[in-house]
């Protein structure tokens, strides 16, 4: 015979059940989190291995520096102009099966990269192939889906994917200037084609036990967990043709801008700047290699902080650094100054992508909605081309001077200009929709 006592509430139930779909439900974002960071680190650190391959590339076919940074300027146009259509795709299809569109380009890219003989090869199959598998693998297809999952924390979340590209940059140049060294670069874009297709399993596995449970497991109330629980009503979300009305769309695109154009006149020219001013190419790309390294750290620092002191003064910070560090590079002149090769590769390593989650944490900060994906992709194309532009430039400015003085020179004013530019978003857009429809109006 049951006595009272024994009988559970139906409200303690009803609390027994929310606290364990809040706990499953914080667990899948969790890992979602986890292959995010995983897939963007192997979708970044082949396209990152371009800068090895550019030395190579100019020893084996005795191409010129503009010449050999075309492929790579090609790919930072294409990952911009691109953008829109992935967020668009990943708004529609998510980000799984973005995951295994990009797996399957990027292996074909790299399998084909390895019986190049001219340049237009290597434009097709890494400018256009290959990057477009990678933004598959990119920011654009996780950010929004993290932007949702983690609101609270969204600096935190979008800084710990985007550290992975640090992460990429840090293991990519020393092992794949190892492999090259050891096996030919040739054969070192198959062993990557291997790793490539390795991983998709994998990565799409983590992906797919972290999608969010669906709203009959979650309870009727389909509440998130405390840590990513939200402290506030969600706002009317905002549409593309809102955003573009209103200046801080185009601030962020000046922001993407000025931000990639300053990166880029140094980053892919880095190792080739190392190496004439004496520096042994594997010791250099070690070095730069561990200052990558710090781009975890300092990335997810300033995403965390970005929540704390505000996007603006986590993202000026960054651009300090990365200042320091190019004006370190301009007075390194020889082989015997190691110790300005360190400062600069611990100082541009450490902001590498730093400001990147104050700037896609500012963007859902400021357009938030379900069309987040399309708008970072458009913003994104700012980025492409002030990389393009920068990574080319780079290279003719050395082809005319024999030097990369003015283009560390250049990069610097472009971080100013970034700086400019973020600080003017400080107040949020006034939301100004169009016209209404006579449908409305009825």
């Known amino acids: 015979m049951r006595t009272r006592d024994s009988v559970v509430p139906i409200d303690d139930l009803q609390r027994a059940a929310q606290s364990s779909a809040a706990a499953r439900t914080g667990r899948s974002a969790w890992l979602l989190l986890a292959g995010s960071f995983a897939a963007f680190t192997v979708g970044a650190g082949l396209m990152h291995s371009y800068a090895v391959f550019l030395v190579a ?16 300027s ?13 967020g668009a795709m990943v708004d529609r299809l998510g980000p799984l099966r973005l995951l295994l569109l990009g797996s399957f380009l990027l292996t074909l890219g790299l399998i084909a990269s390895a019986h190049i003989s001219a340049l237009w090869q290597i434009i097709v199959l890494y400018g256009v192939v290959m990057t477009f598998g990678a933004n598959c693998l990119g920011l654009v297809v996780f950010v929004p889906i993290l932007s949702r999952r983690f609101i609270r924390r969204r600096g935190m979340a979008i800084s710990v994917v985007q550290s992975a590209n640090g992460f990429a940059r840090a293991v990519s140049a020393p092992l794949v200037q190892l492999l090259i060294s050891s096996f030919g670069w040739r054969e070192t874009y198959l062993i990557q084609a291997g790793f490539m297709a390795a991983m998709v399993v994998p990565l799409a596995a983590m992906l797919r036990r ?5 709203p009959a497991s979650t309870g009727s109330s ?46 892919l020219h880095q190792l080739a700047f190392a190496v004439d001013r004496g520096f042994d190419k594997l010791y250099a790309a070690e070095v730069l290699g561990m200052g990558s390294f710090l781009a975890i750290a300092g990335t997810i620092l300033t995403g965390s ?24 590079a301009l007075f390194i002149t020889n082989a015997h100054q190691g110790w300005l090769l360190w400062v600069f590769a611990c100082c541009f390593g450490l902001t ?13 900060d400021l357009f938030p909605g379900r069309q987040l994906g399309t708008i970072l992709g458009v913003i994104t194309i700012g980025s492409g081309i002030g990389s393009a532009a920068g990574s080319w430039a780079a290279g003719w400015i050395f082809d ?10 250049l990069s610097i004013l472009s971080y100013a200009c970034g700086c400019f530019a973020f600080w003017a978003l400080r107040r949020p857009p006034a939301r100004r929709r169009g016209r209404p429809s006579r449908v409305a109006e009825a």
């Open 74 to 86: 090609v790919s930072q146009l294409v990952a911009g102009a691109s953008s829109p259509m992935v």
């Open 57 to 72: 590339f100019i020893q084996a076919f005795a191409w010129s520096r503009a010449e050999t940074s075309i492929p790579y």
């Open 400 to 409: 005319l001077s024999g030097s990369y003085e003015l283009a560390f020179v």
């Open 210 to 214: 972290g999608e969010p449970p669906s």
């Open 305 to 328: 902080l970005s929540d704390y002191i505000g996007r603006e003064w986590a993202a000026i910070l960054a651009y300090g650094f990365s200042i320091l560090g190019v004006t370190c």
């Open 352 to 364: 590498w992508g730093a400001r990147g989650p104050a700037i896609t944490a500012k963007t859902a």
């Open 222 to 267: 389909g509440a998130l967990p405390a840590s990513t629980a939200p402290t506030i009503a969600p706002a009317p979300g905002w549409t593309l043709a809102e955003a573009a009305r209103t200046p801080h769309f185009w601030l962020l695109f000046a922001v993407y801008l000025f931000t990639g154009l300053g990166s880029f006149l140094v980053s």
